[in-house]
């Protein structure tokens, strides 16, 4: 296959840019706290997203779109299912030299410990990735939902000569001090940072976002740039600030320190950008996918497409059921229900007289027989899927989870947080959670 951006010189001295000379690396993040208990079993990466993907698929089909095809995964975390997945979902051609590779926390000779940190976990492994014959590294985060061609990214890395250069994203002054922000000089060039900046801090740190290509209205409406923890770095500069350093910190430590005397550049983007950190932004992201007549953010777009891994499932079954502004998976079976405002993740049931409201429901990995299902002879008597005559509203439903016949999952004392993992839930800003392979009984009311 013709590489469209391969370089080459042709008629009229004309070179062509060409991403071939970049290696990919995604931070799979660490423990996934402040998603759990949906990380409880699971990477976070490996969070299911949108019925059918799971976040790691972002920004590993932002790569294969962009044409960077050397990716390693970074992870530490319940890599387990990661693993799998990735394994089933992206196997190039032998002809072609692109892999997808997950890189474990290991112990050696040199070092120990666990990551410690962004840096830290891309220094574990710098011997292995310094020895790719390539011009850049492009570091990109497990958790985002966006979706972005990389090559324009760096091809202004290159036509600005330089040492880093960070993706950001312009802020409003309502969301700014939850960032990082940085200034720019009159060339674009980042001057100063500051993490999180309040009161006067956070005047000092408005910026013309003109500079960068912002319209004069939007510029006026987001006047703050804050780092999307997107970065691309020069070969060698980069493994010259890891073994140069012990600093473990891409945002925190090694980029603002190296500024100084470093061309640190900003590369501003456009488009819709979501870090899915927590449960209620994990939540929201994905109700946000059944948006009409124009979601923010689609996975219809053939010109870029989000792979995931091909699971052959057969068509959803609708039988007599009314669905409104929701996704659907495949291989779902829903009888005589009412499916509002929800996404539905693959071979999701859903049984006679239930109603599903803002709701999330993950699906299952597998389909019971018939006969199991009629006999009772299930985890609590209850099959996999939701029983009949349950109502859920906004909720989150992991896995595998088996609701029982009149189940009502609706946060009746209105709840704001609460750990109740021995009964199989949590709360998380009055989101319920049904924890993964959980069990609900018949009649339970949370």
């Not at 609706?410 to 049904?434: L, P, T, W």
Request: glycine share 8%.
């Amino acid at each position: 296959m013709t590489d469209k951006l391969d370089c080459v010189r042709g008629q009229g001295n004309r070179e062509v840019f060409s991403v071939k000379r970049v290696l990919a690396i995604i931070l799979g993040g660490g423990a996934g706290t402040r998603l759990y208990p949906l990380t409880k079993l699971r990477a976070k990466p490996a969070v299911p997203l949108g019925s059918k993907y799971r976040l790691i698929d972002i920004p590993i089909s932002n790569c294969i779109n962009s044409e960077i095809l050397k990716i390693y995964v970074l992870t530490q975390f319940n890599s387990a299912s990661l693993n799998r997945h990735l394994n089933r979902s992206y196997n190039f051609s032998g002809f072609r030299e692109g892999f997808v590779e997950v890189l474990s926390a290991q112990q050696t000779k040199e070092n120990d410990t666990w990551f410690q940190g962004t840096a830290d976990a891309v220094r574990q492994y710098i011997r292995l990735i310094k020895e790719w014959d390539v011009d850049e590294y492009i570091i990109l985060s497990g958790d985002h939902l966006y979706r972005m061609d990389y090559s324009k990214f760096i091809k202004r890395h290159r036509e600005t000569n330089a040492d880093i250069t960070l993706s950001v994203v312009p802020i409003d002054d309502k969301r700014a001090s939850s960032f990082g922000l940085m200034k720019i000089d009159s060339q674009g060039r980042v001057v100063d940072f500051y993490e999180k900046p309040k009161g006067d801090a956070l005047k000092k740190m408005q910026v013309d976002t003109t500079i960068l290509g912002l319209s004069k209205e939007r510029a006026t409406q987001s006047p703050y740039i804050a780092s999307m923890g997107i970065y691309v770095f020069k070969k060698e500069v980069l493994v010259d600030l890891l073994e140069s350093t012990g600093q473990t910190d891409f945002g925190k430590e090694i980029i603002p320190a190296a500024a100084k005397n470093h061309n640190v550049q900003a590369y501003l983007f456009k488009g819709y950008w979501e870090d899915i950190g927590t449960v209620e932004s994990f939540y929201e992201a994905n109700l946000a996918l059944t948006k009409q007549p124009q979601p923010a953010f689609s996975f219809y777009d053939e010109t870029a497409p989000i792979y995931t891994r091909s699971r052959y499932l057969p068509p959803t079954k609708l039988l007599n059921c009314q669905v409104t502004e929701s996704m659907i998976g495949e291989g779902c079976i829903l009888k005589e229900c009412r499916v509002n405002h929800s996404v539905l993740g693959v071979r999701t049931r859903i049984e006679a007289h239930c109603t599903i409201e803002d709701t999330l429901i993950m699906g299952s990995d597998f389909y019971e027989p018939f006969a199991e299902r009629q006999s009772g002879s299930q985890s609590g008597g209850v099959p996999v899927g939701i029983g009949e005559g349950s109502t859920i509203r906004k909720a989150i439903v992991d896995k595998n989870a088996r609701i029982g016949r009149n189940v009502q999952i609706v946060n009746k004392d209105r709840v704001e947080d609460a750990q109740r993992e021995d009964e199989g839930f949590y709360i998380r800003n009055g989101i319920i959670v049904i924890i993964k392979n959980t069990t609900i009984v018949d009649d339970t009311v949370i």
